[in-house]
């Protein structure tokens, strides 16, 4: 499988990156537009949207789960006289975050302890006639979007021959802002540049997971309206129900290629590795599998492999792909397992919520592959709790103690798709890392 879209630029093999990608190579693993109309790949027929009370981010305008997508607000920037467009999605004081309809996240105070890169200082100016509507929102730093997206497998999928991210982290950029003068800390995203046309089939100027980018409507006198972006959703779980949430920035480069995310390797310096519900944490935990089962039928398959296998990760990501998005909607996702969530009934959890994940990447030995154990996993204390008592079955990559692997993803959620999760499964047992 490979992306040939675009020009091709200099290759990253898989065995020359940090994270993830080494993580998994010392792992014995199975074989294996026109103003007001939207800029979009393809005319959508069918539409499937999901009920408003389901949804955690309130400013989503719609989750269309026919199409994986959730449309946001899109705010308009600069990165000197470049054109830059953003999204909004937690914000680190609740007042602020109940006015701005995006999700309360504190730990975002602390993502700068000892990594002030980790939070970019950016300032905004107005108009001086301004009656309604947005400052502009000057940033340090900017994605590079114009890489090609490159997913070349191994001969046993995982490690993967070639991997290089579709969009690159420019100097000063961070997804995570301060503006000067506040203590604030907002997670403020990129996901295109430019005044457009956006290309949203091979994403040259758009993050690889826009599908659709629809410009405001005209505003009369006085008047203000928004330019909205449509964003592919995916699919996981967090105390045991289905939920919904995007990928936007990751540390290492493997995982931002199969997070579909912008590469930011300052992002891996947040306060703290291994560390979530600790003294001066800026992260959650995030609990991905390397060799859960494959199928596209299989209700347990799970992990990189059959997001590789099943997924269709090497293609581009379009509304006119209707392979991969049939794929996604069979569970083609890795179908990660998130950790403490805003609507956990627990305030210990539900405020401990970071939209950065610290990646609890696992691995099932060939013991558990054989007797079939290697089952689907849906709630994060179930998972503690096998690799504490159960180190012959479930441990890190390549038989590691269990535990943090060394990279984040930026991973805001929308939605939740049945019921509220609001507490985990089972109770810890004794000497699990909860």
Same mark, same amino acid.
């Given at each position: 499988?490979?992306?040939?879209?675009?020009?091709?630029r200099?290759?990253?093999?898989? =065995?020359?990156v940090?994270?993830?990608a080494?993580?998994?190579?010392?792992?014995?693993?199975?074989?294996?537009?026109?103003?007001?109309?939207?800029?979009t790949?393809?005319?959508?027929?069918?539409?499937?949207?999901?009920?408003?009370?389901?949804?955690?981010?309130?400013?989503?305008?719609?989750?269309?789960?026919?199409?994986?997508?959730?449309?946001?607000?899109?705010?308009?920037?600069?990165?000197?006289?470049?054109?830059?467009?953003?999204?909004?999605?937690?914000?680190?004081?609740p007042?602020l975050?109940?006015?701005?309809?995006?999700?309360?996240?504190?730990?975002?105070?602390?993502?700068?302890?000892?990594?002030?890169?980790?939070?970019?200082?950016?300032?905004?100016?107005?108009?001086?006639?301004?009656?309604?509507?947005?400052?502009?929102?000057?940033?340090?730093?900017?994605?590079?979007?114009?890489?090609?997206?490159?997913?070349?497998?191994?001969?046993?999928?995982?490690?993967?021959?070639?991997?290089?991210?579709?969009?690159?982290?420019?100097?000063?950029?961070?997804p %995570?802002?301060?503006?000067?003068?506040?203590?604030?800390?907002?997670?403020?995203?990129?996901?295109? =540049?430019?005044?457009?046309? %956006?290309?949203?089939?091979?994403?040259? $100027?758009?993050?690889?997971?826009?599908?659709?980018?629809?410009p405001?409507?005209?505003?009369?006198?006085?008047?203000?309206?928004?330019?909205?972006v449509?964003?592919?959703?995916?699919?996981?779980?967090?105390?045991?129900?289905?939920?919904?949430?995007?990928?936007?920035?990751?540390?290492?480069?493997?995982?931002?290629?199969?997070?579909?995310?912008?590469?930011?390797?300052?992002?891996?310096?947040?306060? %703290?590795?291994?560390?979530?519900?600790?003294?001066?944490?800026?992260?959650?935990?995030?609990?991905?599998?390397?060799?859960?089962?494959?199928?596209? $039928? $299989?209700?347990?398959?799970?992990?990189?492999?059959?997001?590789?296998?099943?997924?269709?990760?090497?293609?581009?990501?379009?509304?006119? $792909?209707?392979?991969?998005?049939?794929?996604l909607?069979?569970?083609?996702?890795?179908?990660?397992?998130?950790?403490? %969530?805003?609507?956990?009934?627990?305030?210990?959890?539900?405020?401990?919520?970071?939209?950065?994940?610290?990646?609890?990447?696992?691995?099932?030995?060939?013991?558990?592959?054989?007797?079939?154990?290697?089952?689907?996993q849906?709630?994060?204390?179930?998972?503690?709790?096998?690799?504490?008592?159960?180190?012959?079955?479930?441990?890190?990559?390549?038989?590691?103690?269990?535990?943090?692997?060394?990279?984040?993803?930026?991973?805001?959620?929308?939605a939740?798709?049945?019921?509220?999760? =609001?507490?985990?499964?089972?109770d810890?047992?004794?000497?699990?890392?909860?």
């Amino acid at each position: 499988m490979r992306l040939t879209h675009r020009s091709r630029r200099t290759m990253l093999a898989v =065995t020359a990156v940090a994270g993830v990608a080494a993580a998994v190579a010392a792992a014995p693993l199975l074989s294996a537009s026109a103003a007001g109309t939207p800029t979009t790949s393809a005319s959508v027929a069918k539409t499937s949207l999901l009920p408003s009370d389901k949804l955690i981010l309130k400013s989503a305008k719609q989750v269309d789960l026919h199409n994986a997508t959730v449309r946001l607000p899109l705010h308009r920037g600069q990165v000197g006289s470049t054109t830059v467009w953003y999204i909004l999605t937690e914000a680190s004081d609740p007042g602020l975050a109940a006015d701005l309809d995006v999700n309360y996240a504190a730990k975002l105070t602390n993502l700068g302890i000892s990594c002030p890169a980790c939070v970019q200082t950016v300032t905004q100016t107005s108009a001086p006639d301004l009656k309604f509507g947005e400052a502009t929102v000057h940033f340090v730093g900017a994605p590079d979007f114009s890489p090609t997206r490159v997913l070349v497998p191994g001969p046993t999928t995982l490690p993967a021959t070639t991997v290089q991210p579709g969009a690159v982290g420019g100097t000063g950029y961070s997804p %995570f802002i301060r503006i000067a003068g506040s203590p604030i800390v907002y997670n403020a995203p990129i996901v295109a =540049t430019g005044d457009g046309p %956006f290309d949203v089939t091979t994403h040259t $100027n758009t993050g690889d997971r826009v599908l659709a980018i629809h410009p405001a409507a005209p505003a009369g006198p006085g008047q203000f309206t928004q330019a909205t972006v449509d964003l592919l959703i995916v699919r996981g779980f967090d105390a045991g129900q289905p939920i919904l949430y995007i990928s936007t920035e990751a540390s290492d480069p493997l995982a931002a290629v199969l997070e579909r995310a912008t590469y930011v390797p300052v992002l891996g310096g947040a306060s %703290f590795l291994g560390g979530d519900d600790a003294l001066g944490s800026g992260r959650e935990r995030i609990f991905p599998f390397i060799n859960g089962q494959t199928g596209s $039928n $299989n209700p347990n398959a799970q992990g990189l492999i059959h997001l590789i296998k099943d997924g269709h990760i090497a293609e581009e990501a379009t509304v006119g $792909n209707a392979a991969l998005l049939a794929a996604l909607a069979r569970g083609g996702d890795a179908r990660n397992i998130q950790g403490d %969530f805003p609507t956990i009934a627990d305030p210990r959890h539900s405020e401990s919520y970071s939209p950065l994940w610290d990646a609890q990447l696992g691995q099932w030995t060939d013991k558990a592959v054989r007797a079939g154990l290697n089952t689907l996993q849906t709630d994060e204390n179930q998972i503690l709790n096998l690799a504490a008592t159960r180190p012959d079955l479930l441990t890190g990559p390549g038989g590691a103690p269990y535990g943090s692997v060394g990279f984040v993803i930026n991973c805001p959620v929308i939605a939740f798709t049945a019921d509220r999760p =609001t507490a985990d499964l089972v109770d810890l047992v004794p000497n699990a890392q909860g």
